[in-house]
């Protein structure tokens, strides 16, 4: 009922900028919760930032000054503006959509995933 589709992802020198692109479908009216997590090969899935509905976001400390997440309502997508890169940044970054109201008025409290999108930033 519910599909992200990440984009944007790529290979990006450190210091460079990069812009993630997330859209939520499947007759969606509204989105509580969007979030942007990432993972390494290895290691456990790491939250990143995160956009309520009412407006209010969220970084991971590490994150704080050089990325920025945003959303668009209308359209149901959330992007996340990376800059400053640091080789660390590499991850696999994955949406996620928390309490989804469908167009129908039903309300979906489940966690939805995307597929993840590379970031690679070389040295």
């Known amino acids: 009922q519910v599909q992200l589709v990440e984009s944007g992802g790529r290979l990006v020198q450190a210091g460079g900028s990069l812009r993630l692109s997330c859209a939520a479908s499947?007759?969606?009216?509204?989105?509580?919760?969007m979030n942007w997590y990432r993972q390494v090969p290895g290691k456990a899935r790491e939250w990143v930032t995160s956009?309520?509905?009412?407006?209010?976001?969220n970084y991971l400390d590490s994150v704080k000054g050089r990325f920025t997440i945003s959303r668009d309502y209308s359209k149901n997508t959330v992007d996340l503006q990376m800059d400053s890169l640091k080789p660390e940044d590499t991850a696999v970054y994955y949406c996620?959509?928390?309490?989804?109201?469908?167009?129908?008025?039903?309300?979906?409290?489940?966690?939805?995933w995307g597929q993840g999108t590379q970031v690679t930033v070389s040295s």
């Open positions: 499947g007759s969606i009216f509204s989105v509580n919760v």
């Open positions: 996620n959509a928390i309490g989804v109201r469908l167009r129908d008025g039903t309300f979906l409290q489940g966690n939805y």
């Open positions: 956009s309520t509905i009412a407006g209010t976001t």
